[in-house]
């Protein structure tokens, strides 16, 4: 299992920090149900799953971390296996569009219709 800050996370941070960029009122989580573990390259969850992405609820615990939680309630039956970090709710189902920040991996969850799962997120700046 991994969690990796993408290469694209990283350049939305630094546009951030510079001003080149301005923060969205809300960062979302999504997820996917496809194999494969996360990269630096990734921009996107592996075969994202059809439900909207979820407004993840943010907070600063210590000084040098962002936490991020979102509860994610599926639309059908299916197996979760990776979730994401995003800049944006996206459009469509599957949801498509936005900045993929961090993206990681874990153990299949199989799910029915109206099962949940609440995911956190969180960003040390180490």
Not at 12 to 19: E, N, T, V
Request: charged letters at 15%.
């Amino acid at each position: 299992m991994a969690t990796v800050f993408t290469s694209v996370g990283e350049a939305k941070a630094a546009d951030l920090w510079d001003g080149t960029a301005s923060a969205p009122a809300n960062y979302y989580i999504g997820w996917g149900t496809g194999a494969g573990a996360p990269a630096k390259g990734s921009t996107d969850v592996s075969t994202p799953a059809t439900e909207a992405r979820v407004v993840g609820v943010e907070s600063q615990p210590l000084a040098d971390k962002n936490q991020f939680v979102g509860t994610l309630t599926a639309d059908g039956g299916k197996t979760i296996t990776n979730a994401g970090l995003f800049d944006a709710a996206g459009s469509g189902s599957p949801p498509s569009g936005g900045t993929c920040c961090i993206v990681g991996d874990h153990a299949g969850v199989a799910l029915l219709a109206g099962d949940k799962i609440e995911y956190t997120i969180t960003l040390e700046w180490t």
